[in-house]
């Protein structure tokens, strides 16, 4: 039997292929030594301590004023409660500045830095804030009269002294001595040189070039 010498016959599907998914790659997450995290949160956590001390012997104050009904004006009373909510948020955000820092990574590293002196601004407030509240309490003839007075002035004085040195120790101990930072401070050129000397991926470099 003679085989056909016609080409088979041929059959074309309207379907493509499917593509080939191109795989994902993850950049790596850079991560601070053990060292620095630990002395950046230790760092973090002095002036989270002071900040509840400030925040308990402002609520005692309070409480004392209330309970001697010193015939004080409702101003006043406004403006220690508002004061001491304040100094409450400070609390909460000097402990997001310490929880920033558990994460480990480069990026937390020096956010929790700018955080510090954000809640080191509404410290600040708070000094403004009382100054005004002395202020006011002299000039409606409220003299320091008893020893929870005096009390009250020394603790707001010691508290402006603190928020000025807060953003200070924190940037000395454990941001200046950083090595990102001292490599930012170099010329550029020699800045590129030492980036070139070290492991870092494509887009890392193309942000601290």
Do not use: C
């Amino acid at each position: 039997m003679r085989a056909s010498s016609e080409p088979p016959e041929m059959t074309y599907s309207s379907e493509r292929a499917p593509t080939p998914t191109p795989a994902i790659t993850t950049l790596p997450i850079r991560t601070v030594s053990e060292d620095q995290k630990k002395r950046a949160q230790t760092v973090s956590l002095i002036p989270l301590s002071f900040d509840i001390v400030f925040l308990v012997i402002y609520i005692t104050l309070i409480a004392v004023y209330l309970h001697e009904d010193r015939h004080t004006p409702i101003q006043i009373h406004a403006l220690h409660g508002t004061s001491a909510t304040v100094k409450a948020g400070v609390v909460i955000g000097q402990a997001y500045v310490i929880k920033v820092i558990s994460r480990g990574t480069y990026s937390s590293y020096h956010r929790s830095y700018t955080l510090t002196i954000k809640v080191s601004i509404f410290r600040l407030f708070i000094v403004a804030h009382d100054f005004i509240l002395y202020s006011f309490r002299n000039s409606e003839g409220l003299k320091m009269e008893t020893i929870v007075d005096w009390i009250g002035i020394w603790s707001a004085a010691m508290y402006m002294l603190y928020s000025i040195m807060v953003p200070i120790l924190v940037w000395a101990y454990y941001y200046k001595t950083d090595e990102e930072v001292e490599m930012m401070q170099m010329p550029t050129p020699e800045r590129r040189s030492r980036y070139s000397s070290m492991e870092f991926n494509e887009e890392e470099r193309y942000y601290m070039a």
